[in-house]
Antibody
Framework: QLQLQESGPGLVKPSETLSLTCTVSGGSISSSSYYWGWIRQPPGKGLEWIGNIYYSGSTYYNPSLKSRVTISVDTSKNQFSLNLSSVTAADTAVYYC????????????WGQGTMVTVSS | EIVLTQSPGTLSLSPGERATLSCRASQSVSSSYLAWYQQKPGQAPRLLIYGASSRATGIPDRFSGSGSGTDFTLTISRLEPEDFAVFYCQQYGSSPLFTFGPGTKVDIK
């Protein structure tokens, strides 16, 4: 059974870079059928798509975050990562990683999420 | 940018009742690319419906999706106690590639 697990610091200072990793277990990140994505949810609010990556390294970003976001993949470790630079309090959120069906474009497997707070 | 609007914001119903949730898009969305998710407090979203009307693996048949163009509906035929949650619709298409609606909360009356 495929599982995704986010990891990384729960507290980041303003202006610094938020870095998270998603580890995929029970399946290969190199599947041609899926992208791998990041989605976030500020406390008490809705869901915002951040971006996706394909195992080949092709990336797709939300234009509203594109200037600050980098998503990368490490197929040898079955992991993909999120870097979000120049963070502010507005980036405080639960960050989820998810598997994205490449053809039908839905997110069918999600990590449990990790809360990241931006504060000095 | 395609904006998704969900109504009502909150739906108060009793177990056993029928729930009808609406998702309206600011522009036409391909039915192939409209999904619904359920989220319970403290949990990640769970995929319910994809392609507007196809149930995801393991989803009970009391959940059904319908619609096309700009108007989509999620129906829960008879609410079970475990169904009370927040429901989001999601579309894939124009930039940004993925957008979510603001959610409908279904709570116990």
């Amino acid at each position: 059974q495929l599982q995704l697990q986010e990891s990384g610091p729960g507290l980041v200072k303003p202006s610094e870079t938020l870095s998270l990793t998603c580890t995929v277990s029970g399946g290969s990140i190199s599947s041609s059928s899926y992208y791998w994505g990041w989605i976030r949810q500020p406390p008490g609010k809705g869901l915002e798509w951040i971006g996706n990556i394909y195992y080949s390294g092709s990336t797709y970003y939300n234009p509203s975050l594109k200037s600050r976001v980098t998503i990368s993949v490490d197929t040898s470790k079955n992991q993909f990562s999120l870097n979000l630079s120049s963070v502010t309090a507005a980036d405080t959120a639960v960050y989820y990683c998810a598997r994205v069906h490449r053809i039908a474009q839905f997110m069918d497997v999600w990590g449990q999420g990790t809360m990241v707070t931006v504060s000095s | 940018e395609i904006v998704l609007t969900q109504s009502p914001g909150t739906l108060s119903l009793s177990p056993g009742e029928r729930a009808t949730l609406s998702c309206r898009a600011s522009q036409s969305v391909s039915s192939s690319y409209l999904a619904w998710y359920q989220q319970k407090p403290g949990q990640a979203p769970r995929l319910l419906i994809y392609g507007a009307s196809s149930r995801a693996t393991g989803i009970p048949d009391r959940f059904s999706g319908s619609g096309s163009g700009t108007d989509f509906t999620l129906t829960i035929s008879r609410l079970e106690p475990e169904d009370f949650a927040v429901f989001y619709c999601q579309q894939y298409g124009s930039s940004p590639l993925f957008t979510f609606g603001p959610g409908t909360k279904v709570d116990i009356k």
